[in-house]
């Protein structure tokens, strides 16, 4: 269930006195999100002098919610500065929602898994979970290239208490998605290539795209000690290529069959063309793909090759 579905479900049931979402803040997935959010709240409003250091304690009223939206959205509302009690709280809080809700309602053509109109009372009543989703969704919209830990998903605690007692369950949450995974669904026209369709789209989400699949080849390089930085110039010569593929696919790709320190240009096109031809024989075809288009460092042609090892690779 989506987050407003299990909220919604909650409202309409007359049996439950309380209702909770618990997150244990120390899964390293949701401490890196709740750090990535902090820091970049406390960035966007620096000028301000405004600094929050818990997400649930510090937006429940709406006053960081009013500056964020005014800063980013570049949106002026005739709401209070500073308000006190809960009531006045809730009014500033549901005009913040309701221009958020116009702002945020459909990104790119793709529905967003939340509602605003929900999340009110649930974020003044310092729902972290509520909170972090309207954080995320709102990050996407006027900072598409914030660095945010791609593919998180956590456990979360919900708990009922009714009439009948206490009831506890464990479920997945997932709190930023991967910008691929997101980029795939949301493609435009699905008989062109995506990656064709990605570098027409503004720099800024080609950024998103690239950060992310440099993402997935870390996660299954870290475990040989290596690192990509530079996706145009590491992928050149072959070497790192080879050793994905070979961690992907689990197998091993014997040391005299390429060249592992490439000399010249000559050795590097040896390296990329055995790359496509394991590629190949694992089924996987990349037509219109030349080797030497990835020795000259062709952006193109290697995101077409490192997104097509995502798609087959990627963690559910």
Same mark, same amino acid.
């Given at each position: ?67 964020? =939206?005014?800063?980013?959205? #570049? %949106? &002026?509302? /005739? !709401? ?6 809960? *009531? ?57 290239? =914030?660095?945010?830990?791609? #593919? %998180? &998903?956590? /456990? !979360? ?6 009439? *009948? ?66 996706? /145009? ?84």
């Amino acid at each position: 269930e989506t987050f407003s579905a299990k909220h919604q479900k909650i409202q309409q049931s007359q049996s439950i006195w309380s209702f909770l979402s618990i997150i244990h803040k120390k899964q390293p997935g949701s401490r890196a999100v709740i750090e990535a959010l902090v820091d970049w709240i406390n960035k966007t409003l620096k000028a301000e002098h405004i600094v929050i250091q818990s997400l649930e304690e510090d937006l429940y009223d709406g006053l960081v919610l009013h500056h964020l =939206l005014a800063r980013l959205g #570049n %949106v &002026k509302l /005739d !709401v209070e500065e500073i308000a006190l009690t809960g *009531s006045s709280q809730l009014r500033k809080l549901e005009a913040v929602m309701k221009e958020l809700d116009k702002m945020l309602g459909v990104e790119d053509g793709c529905p967003i898994k939340w509602d605003v109109k929900l999340c009110l009372s649930v974020i003044h009543n310092k729902d972290l979970l509520a909170t972090i989703h309207l954080l995320v969704a709102m990050a996407k919209a006027f900072q598409p290239e =914030l660095n945010l830990p791609p #593919n %998180v &998903k956590i /456990d !979360v605690v919900t708990v009922e208490v009714s009439k *009948s007692g206490i009831k506890s369950e464990v479920q997945t949450e997932v709190l930023t998605e991967d910008s691929l995974t997101h980029f795939s669904g949301c493609l435009t026209n699905p008989g062109e290539d995506p990656i064709e369709q990605l570098l027409k789209l503004e720099a800024t989400k080609v950024n998103t795209v690239k950060k992310a699949i440099l993402h997935f080849v870390n996660q299954n390089m870290a475990s040989l000690g290596l690192q990509v930085a530079d996706m /145009d110039k590491q992928f050149a010569d072959g070497v790192i290529l080879l050793l994905l593929i070979g961690q992907l696919e689990g197998f091993f790709i014997p040391l005299v069959d390429f060249h592992l320190t490439p000399a010249n240009d000559a050795e590097m096109l040896h390296n990329v063309t055995l790359a496509l031809d394991l590629l190949d024989d694992i089924g996987l075809q990349l037509p219109n793909i030349d080797p030497q288009d990835i020795v000259s460092q062709d952006v193109a042609a290697t995101l077409k090759v490192l997104y097509a090892l995502f798609r087959k690779h990627k963690r559910n």
